[in-house]
C-alpha cells in the first residue's frame, strides 16, 4: 500500500499525524509513504518520500488552490492508495480514499465563509476521521453533525523523556532547595494565565488564614518574566512565601516530581502540564470547564477560578490525604491511554479496514 499524507503548517515536529505515521512507517516497511510538508522533516525511514510544498500555503485560498488544482496529479504520478491529511480539507479530484485527522482545540477558523463549504464537504466525504481527544470528537458531532461511528479517537504519546526515576532523597533535596524543605503549591504562569494570578494569591492568602500553614506557593514562569504579572509584591502579606522560578527543563521536572499539588488554569495544550502532573502523581486543581472534564474526569477536583472557590478546593486538598491518594490513582489512570505505540497502531488499522 501507497500511503501519502499532507502535515500541515511548518512546525512539523509537533504533529501527532506525523509521529503515528513515522512509527507505522518503521513497523510496517512493506508500504510506501509520501510525506507532503513545508518543512523538510528528519529521520525517515527508507520506505518514506517526502514532498516539499513550494510556495508555502500562507492562507486558505492557496491551501484550497493547492488541493483542487495540483494535489491529485501528484497523488495520482505517485500512486497513492490512500490519502490522510491534519488540514481539514479534501482533494476534490481525488478518487481514492481519503482520511482526516483533528489535533486542534476549536473549529472557529471552518466558520469562513469561504472555507466552510469546503470544511463541511470533506467531513461528509471522508471515509473516516480521526480526533486525538475525546472533546474534539464531541465537537465535531455537536457542531458539525458528523456520524459518531464515522470517527474515531485516536491518542498520541505523551513525552516520557522528562520522566527520570523519582526517589525521595531527590524530591527533598528539590523541596530543601527552593522552599527550605516546605510543601508547596505549584501554578504555571504564562501570558495567558497572568490574568488569574490575582485569584491565585487571594486564595492562597485564604489557605494562610484558615489553615495556619508553613505551605509555599510556586509560580513557574512559561516564557515571562516576574514583571509581566503586574502584581505589587512589596504589599503582598505572605511575600515571603511565594517563589519564583524560571521554567527550564532543569528546574521544571524536578518542581513538578516534588509538589504538594498543581493549580492548573492554562488552556489545552498536548503537552500540558496536568498531564505532567499525573505522571508524577501529583493531584490537580483544574479550572471548571467541559474541556478540562473531559480530559481529566476524577483525575483532578475542578473549581471556578475565583479566589474563594479555589481556596476552598486548596484546603480540601490540603486537609484530605484520601482524597489526595484517590486523585494521583485516577491521573495516573488518565495518562495510561497515551501511548504513540498504541495510537500508531490503532491509525494504522483504521486506514486499513
Not at 518543512?39 to 525511514?45: E, G, H, V, Y
Not at 486558505?60 to 490522510?84: G, N, P, R
Request: net charge positive; aromatic share 12%.
Amino acid at each position: 500500500m501507497k500511503i501519502a499524507a499532507h502535515i500541515s503548517g511548518d512546525n512539523n515536529t509537533d504533529s501527532l499525524l506525523l509521529a503515528s505515521l513515522k512509527l507505522i512507517s518503521v513497523k510496517y516497511q512493506q508500504h510506501s509513504f509520501t510525506f507532503f510538508v513545508e518543512k523538510r522533516i528528519n529521520d525517515l525511514a527508507n520506505n518514506c518520500k517526502q514532498v516539499v510544498v513550494s510556495p508555502k500555503h500562507k492562507n486558505k485560498f492557496l491551501l484550497y488552490f493547492w488541493y483542487t488544482f495540483k494535489l491529485s496529479a501528484i497523488l495520482k504520478k505517485e500512486q497513492s492508495d490512500v490519502f490522510i491529511n491534519d488540514a481539514g480539507m479534501q482533494c476534490a479530484n481525488c478518487r481514492i480514499p481519503q482520511f482526516l485527522f483533528f489535533h486542534k482545540v476549536d473549529f472557529k477558523e471552518k466558520s469562513n465563509r469561504f472555507y466552510k463549504g469546503l470544511f463541511a464537504a470533506a467531513l461528509v466525504n471522508a471515509k473516516a476521521i480521526f480526533a486525538t481527544e475525546d472533546f474534539i470528537k464531541e465537537n465535531l458531532v455537536n457542531e458539525f453533525n458528523v456520524d459518531t461511528n464515522k470517527i474515531k479517537t485516536i491518542y498520541y504519546g505523551l513525552d516520557e523523556s522528562h520522566l527520570p526515576p523519582a526517589n525521595n532523597a531527590l524530591l527533598a533535596e528539590t523541596k530543601e532547595r527552593f522552599t527550605n524543605g516546605v510543601d508547596y503549591f505549584l501554578y504555571p504562569v504564562s501570558i495567558a494565565t497572568t490574568v488569574h494570578i490575582m485569584a491565585v494569591l487571594k486564595a492562597f492568602s485564604q489557605l494562610k488564614k484558615w489553615q495556619k500553614t508553613s505551605m509555599k506557593l510556586v509560580l513557574l514562569l512559561e516564557g515571562i518574566s516576574q514583571n509581566h504579572l503586574k502584581v505589587d509584591f512589596k504589599n503582598y502579606k505572605y511575600r515571603e512565601d511565594i517563589i519564583f522560578v524560571k521554567d527550564t527543563n532543569e528546574h521544571k521536572v524536578p518542581l513538578m516530581q516534588s509538589a504538594f499539588a498543581l493549580i492548573y488554569f492554562s488552556e489545552y495544550r498536548t503537552d500540558c502540564t496536568a498531564f505532567q502532573a499525573f505522571q508524577h502523581n501529583v493531584p490537580v486543581i483544574a479550572a471548571d470547564s467541559s474541556i478540562n472534564k473531559s480530559l481529566f474526569g476524577a483525575g483532578a477536583i475542578f473549581t471556578s477560578i475565583g479566589e474563594k472557590a479555589l481556596s476552598e478546593k486548596m484546603q480540601l486538598i490540603y486537609k484530605d490525604d484520601l482524597l489526595k491518594s484517590q486523585l494521583t490513582k485516577e491521573g495516573s489512570k488518565i495518562v495510561e491511554k497515551y501511548n504513540a505505540t498504541v495510537a500508531a497502531e490503532d491509525l494504522y488499522k483504521a486506514i486499513l479496514e
